[in-house]
């Protein structure tokens, strides 16, 4: 289950103040909550690309070298997508003899080459883009949503959200798909890996009319509320069916909370700093459950270091296979932690863009460069880290601190506000530490082409494949590549 | 159970992100977690002083008019403390037979008028004051503590507390009080009031050699942890004893975390708004927990909106004892919440001294003054909320705005950081209902004397009864009683 930019803070087991999400704080105190779990980047796409890769978004492609440390991802005008080079992990379950479906979002490209079903799923039943704009403005075209290889309809013309009320049916549609492909595969006895990444809590959020006005959080908790009904449901289903010992679930988002949609589409980031599209804990801690009765001891906490590249290589560990041998894979292997409690020493890399950041090694934190957003942006209104202003640590020109990094204990200081004294014992014996691991990192770095770089309209969802059968297709305009503005 | 100035966010129930508070956690999966449970005041006296009279601070007196809206407390040159014309708790539940302990900090004045034996109390072990400073400075007085009407000795002097590591074992020898009058109540089969006020959770933090070291939230976290430990026995105590399903057990705090003081020695206000001496979320909502087994259904959580001024009314309820008639009591009986999961519709009000800074309405909450701090302690460096800075909110000079009042939706918002808009259909709806609540507040208010206005040296700690057996009485200097200056 991957959710879209929710943030460590919004379930219960989290310390949402509301508690809301009974079925997920259910699923925590029977398996696992990871609080220290972590996604690959701080924005949608990059993350997608790095839990089916295993690897780094500087490594499988999906950043941009337009400018140093800009977030990119996949509108609807960009030209890449995923490499047909990288080694997804259903392509490698496949070999293991799983059937393999996206219900969601894919985001990892959408021109014919990048298709799902060309990178091993068998199945897709979502949209290949993120379902917002251009909001039902017909001449532009609506993103498509696919059953598999073409589309059957466009979002607000076929598939309605009503911006007004928030009111859209989608999240049911996504799991009664869910939970059919459940019954399919159980009946035939296939194993199956199903990656349920639906996009309920992404702006603009959305619930069915049975869950709207039901929380005390507004539009976004309706949302939630209903996202955590139905992964009670589909725990539920795999329980009746006999299957849930022998099914290994794992819950995250792929961002933290998107704070410029707060409060009323955006969600919380806990005592964590700023917001999607930071790399400061706010924009890339995330909430993490592992589910696996009779596997996994119930209630566990762990403070395992974690990542969503882990679900690649860990899943293929389940499945009794190997990871890739000839490329980087960045992931872990997560059985250890889960099954026997073990801690794992690894260090967790904070990446905009073409930059890293900063590092995580145990509870420290080292940040190499720091950038909230821009002056011109945040003269804007856009703000990603709204109230949270630090001095010297949230900064509107990019700082660069790879002389003297800045320091965070982050369990004295989860919020990133008070940077230990350079003078120190304590930062000089530290930094000693983290700086050998940097060197390592960027000593064998070898970065993948940049895939997110080049922008044209001509590429957009003009004409789907099945747009024909629809009466749906449109006119796309002449090609015109430009560089993109990816302006944070 | 009251802690002093642990924040909401300091539970792993909480979303305390180390989660190293098994002991609390499982109360409240025992029990009953309160998740919109307030403080009376932003400071520690006047909340104590709250807790057991029932009665707001700006009533019983526990406030300064030296200048407007200022946080006033009891420190050892504080001339006032509890009038005789206040009922407290412990002198009620007298009447039915209840023997009262206090363990720790009184808080009330230290004044002989002001003993907590002549208030109710018939045993006491602990301070009048808060152990911090002079820190064995032996020629003004060091904090004395005592047994019951004498003192034993003296904080820094015969109680040790190291500044530099950070070690003392006073949370044992408390808890080593705690069990033993448990044990002394039960052999004698009387009913009991125990009012365990600690203090390692204020700077300066201590904790246990054995604790010490072991949080990965540095010195505060090892005194969260013993603290977790203490509580932890205390319950299993009380079922060893087979008392427990005859024992109403309540934890809290007397005010939100002190931000100034971390991150070594504070803790966390979750995703609240600024911490101790404000009027914001994160200096008045507390983690609170409701324990007991056999009368209070395991793991209901309730937005019931709370007050430590419940806690009066809702002992005297279990005790089968009405409130006192002849005053207003602000405190209400919470036994329908915490039994039958009831909603009881009630304001919460936030004071500030002799100004009521806000108010909460169900979901909504409007701030009728706002001040964080003065410019001139801000700019010293004196910040109530650090990297919190939110634009016309957390102001540094006093603003009124009690013709347009701040409005936020604490469901949407927890950290009041996105006021309503004054036009919208909302404000105008949600300030209709407010207005009312507050007229009818102010209207009847009639405020006590306040008794934190005058301070004098030679009312300090100089001479405690017991003082001349152990040879420590110091010689007070003579009367000067001044105003206080109470500059936040």
């Given at each position: 289950v991957l959710l879209t930019q929710m943030g460590w803070g919004d379930l219960g087991a989290f310390g949402?103040?509301?508690?809301?999400?009974p079925n997920l704080d259910q699923m925590a105190s029977e398996g696992m909550l990871f609080l220290d779990f972590y996604t690959a980047n701080p924005l949608c796409s990059p993350s997608r690309a790095a839990l089916l890769t295993g690897r780094l978004p500087v490594r499988n492609g999906f950043y941009t070298t337009n400018a140093h440390a800009r977030n990119a991802y996949t509108p609807q005008d960009i030209v890449g997508g995923i490499p047909d080079s990288e080694l997804l992990l259903p392509e490698l379950l496949k070999k293991a003899g799983y059937t393999n479906k996206i219900i969601g979002?894919?985001?990892?490209?959408?021109r014919p080459q990048f298709h799902p079903l060309k990178h091993g799923f068998d199945e897709w039943f979502g949209s290949p883009n993120c379902h917002f704009g251009p909001f039902d403005n017909r001449a532009l075209p609506n993103i498509p949503l696919y059953r598999d290889w073409e589309m059957i309809g466009r979002y607000y013309e076929d598939f309605k959200i009503d911006l007004k009320t928030g009111e859209a049916n989608l999240t049911q549609i996504y799991l009664q798909e869910a939970l059919d492909f459940i019954s399919k595969q159980q009946a035939s006895q296939q194993p199956f890996f199903l990656y349920w990444a639906i996009d309920a809590t992404h702006a603009p959020v959305y619930a069915s009319k049975q869950f709207l006005g039901t929380s005390q959080r507004g539009l976004y908790g309706d949302a939630v509320r209903e996202i955590d009904d139905s992964i009670g449901k589909i725990l539920k289903h795999l329980q009746k069916l006999g299957i849930s010992e022998n099914t290994f679930v794992f819950f995250t988002s792929d961002n933290g909370a998107a704070l410029i949609s707060a409060p009323r589409q955006g969600g919380s980031n806990g005592p964590f700093l700023c917001g999607k599209q930071t790399t400061f804990e706010g924009g890339m801690r995330e909430p993490a459950i592992a589910w696996w009765p009779g596997h996994i001891p119930a209630g566990g906490v762990s403070h395992q270091l974690g990542n969503v590249m882990d679900l690649f290589t860990t899943s293929l560990s389940l499945a009794g296979l190997q990871p890739p041998s000839d490329r980087q894979i960045d992931g872990i292997d997560l059985l250890p932690a889960v099954l026997q409690g073990k801690l794992i020493d690894r260090p967790i890399f904070y990446y905009r863009g073409n930059e890293m950041m900063a590092v995580r090694v145990g509870l420290y934190k080292a940040h190499y460069w720091t950038w909230s957003n821009s002056w011109e942006e945040y003269s804007k209104g856009i703000d990603f880290c709204p109230g949270q202003n630090v001095s010297r640590v949230t900064t509107h020109t990019q700082e660069e601190h790879t002389t003297l990094p800045l320091l965070f204990h982050l369990g004295r200081d989860p919020g990133e506000k008070y940077p230990l004294s350079f003078t120190s014992d304590e930062y000089q014996r530290i930094m000693e530490r983290i700086s050998v691991v940097v060197q390592q990192h960027k000593a064998t770095m070898v970065p993948g082409e940049p895939q997110l770089n080049v922008c044209d309209k001509a590429v957009m969802n003009w004409s789907p494949p099945g747009c024909e059968k629809l009466g749906k297709c449109l006119k796309a305009p002449k090609p015109d590549p430009k560089k993109c503005f990816w302006p944070h």
């Open positions: 949402e103040p509301s508690k809301e999400t979002k894919w985001h990892l490209g959408h």
